[in-house]
T-cell receptor, first 109, second 111 residues
């Protein structure tokens, strides 16, 4: 059965800290891995990864995929209180899209 | 463009009642999805569609039915609601090999 596992489930840090969020997966016919940020409403897209070893970067956020070891990480540097959210990892296999349980990040001032 | 819209935003049902949730998108996307989100469980896929007239089961399809009669609409039906279906329901759409766009969600409570 396909599964997507995120860790940690929750994380509390202080402003300025760097955090690393993990996503491991076991799926058949992998196509892509996506990261989303969810605040109070619908998830918003961050990154889509399809190739191993190629870092995607947007401001203080970056992500990379390892298709051999079947995982991805999402890094956030110099965290701010506005980064507080649930970060969701999703893996596309065939036409199915499976999500992990999410990591709840809390950034304290 | 309105993007992805969902109707209604909130609903309270009694056990055994039926209802239909409507998802509409104006981006001409082929793929559409229905998810439910419960505390601590991320998003779980209920049903999805890869094009007009097609539907497929996701991870948690029991108790739900769907239809995709028009490309822009994806309907989720509950024939006999149960308290276990209390959840927040999200619809999403995408073109192949791209990210999903999500609707604002429908909060459903079944008493």
């Amino acid at each position: 059965e396909d599964k997507v596992v995120q860790s940690p489930l929750s994380l509390v840090v202080h402003e300025g800290d760097t955090v690393t969020l993990n996503c491991s997966y076991e799926v058949t016919n992998f196509r892509s891995l996506l990261w989303y940020k969810q605040e109070k409403k619908a998830p918003t897209f961050l990154f889509m990864l399809t190739s191993s070893g190629i870092e995607k970067k947007s401001g203080r956020l970056s992500s990379i995929l390892d298709k051999k070891e079947l995982f991805s990480i999402l890094n956030i540097t110099a965290t701010q209180t506005g980064d507080s959210a649930i970060y969701l990892c999703a893996v596309e296999a065939d036409n199915d899209m499976r999500f992990g349980a999410g990591t709840r990040l809390t950034v304290k001032p | 463009n309105a993007g992805v819209t969902q109707t209604p935003k909130f609903r309270v049902l009694k056990t055994g009642q039926s209802m239909t949730l409507l998802c509409a998108q104006d981006m001409n996307h082929e793929y559409m999805y229905w998810y439910r989100q419960d505390p601590g469980m991320g998003l779980r896929l209920i049903h999805y569609s890869v094009g007009e007239g097609t539907t497929a089961k996701g991870e948690v399809p029991d108790g739900y039915n769907v239809s995709r009669l028009k490309k822009q609409n994806f309907l989720l039906g509950l024939e006999s609601a149960a308290p276990s279906q209390t959840s927040v329901y999200f619809c999403a759409s995408r073109v192949n090999y791209n990210e999903q766009f999500f609707g604002p969600g429908t909060r459903l409570t079944v008493l």
